[in-house]
């Protein structure tokens, strides 16, 4: 079941969604394209007021300076902290917080099975 436009506007605010939607939450916070969904909700909404620097009196370059050294860094710790928003988006709607690795965890057992076959162990 997926969310309706009013329960999706309050989901990518940082709500929570009823219990009968903990399937798609997990499929959002954890399937394919997880991260690019998690960085185009966090950094396209940002530019609108980061544009407001362009109005300020002066060159070009000026104002789009002035908006890189906010996004940059945004960017910066948007991905760093990804895992983090990751597992207490998990938490906030009752689901287990270790969901946020579990394909990590799952390529890694993969790796040590290939090299425990290879190796003999």
Same mark, same amino acid.
């Given at each position: 079941m997926k969310p309706s436009l009013?329960? !999706?506007i309050r989901y990518i605010c940082g709500g929570t969604l009823p219990a009968s939607m903990s399937d798609w939450v997990l499929r959002d916070l954890t399937g394919p394209g997880a991260a690019r969904r998690y960085l185009m909700r966090l950094l396209i909404p940002i530019l609108a007021p980061l544009c407001l620097f362009l109005l300020i009196p002066g060159p @070009?370059?000026?104002g789009l300076a002035m908006m890189a050294l906010l996004y940059l860094p945004l960017i910066y710790f948007a991905v760093a902290l990804m895992y983090v928003y990751r597992r207490? !988006? @998990?938490v906030a709607h009752g689901l287990d917080p270790a969901l946020a690795?579990? !394909?990590?965890r799952e390529r890694a057992a993969a790796e040590r099975a290939a090299y425990e076959?290879?190796?003999g162990r």
């Open positions: 009013p329960q !999706r @070009l370059w000026m207490h !988006r @998990l690795d579990a !394909r990590e076959r290879r190796h």
